[in-house]
């Protein structure tokens, strides 16, 4: 049967007799064995010296004899033990405080991220309620117009064909859309980018839908960006350019003249590796699916 044993520091039990250090602190367990054995030997046993400690007498020049005490040499060796002891437990007690303190920065920074990546969720969802409520009050909207027009068209069917006609109902024009301007510095990255602008780095094919000419792995301080001033539209807008297939989501890129599929990876796809969705014949006007990174 093996016989185990538990570490003084930590507490740890089931530890290996033979063990030198604990698996769990990194305490010197040879230290403690040794300290343990020092202190199961009797006073008595202690004190009590061998005939031959006669030679532990010096004898000066007038003759009379001193006698060391020989209960000094166990607590000599016992207070060298205890300063290496104490030693070693203070050093090992200072490596253990620095991995704390890495420790507690790691969960500190992990704290901040996970806090980032909340805010962003929010102003996400607060997005897509909104944007559905727009979405239902613009179908309320459509869906009177139609009973009106549908109303209309049957009473004009009663009437006699020389009546008035009634004038035709067009959709209110909707707004131009606003941009604003980005002046990209040598630092800046398309996530980067996106994610001060828009809230969420994942939002950068929308970047890259306005400004067709960005070459997106080569950003420096002569680029400037055109962004959309809603924040609410740039959902809509990655929804519309934006698809999956295979789990994997792509954009959807229209082919412009003088584009070949040669010049569209060098611009698109990072380190010159083919990132397009299949194999199509270019054509100006096209659509094709680059993947994202």
Known sequence: MTVTVTCPVCHFTNIPEDRDTCPQCDADLVCFRLLEALSEIPAEAAAVLPQASEQNTTQ???GKKYRIPGIMWP???LLVLLVLGFGYAINRFGIMAGRVK????SITKM???AADDRA????TGQSVRELRQASAGALETIKKMQEMLSTGISQTADCPETGPVLPEVSPPPSPPVCFRQYQAKDSDTLWGISRALYGSGRFYPVLMEHNPDLAIYD?????RLRYLCDKKAVLQVYGEITGTVNGKRYWKYKIRPGDTRGSVIRQYCSHGTDCLVKEIPFKPGMTIGIYLE
Do not use: F, N
């Open 102 to 105: 890495q420790m507690q920065s």
């Open 219 to 223: 950003i420096s301080s002569r680029d």
């Open 111 to 113: 704290a901040a991220m």
């Open 75 to 77: 607590a000599a060796l």
């Open 120 to 123: 962003v969720i929010r102003e």
């Open 60 to 62: 000066p020049p007038g």
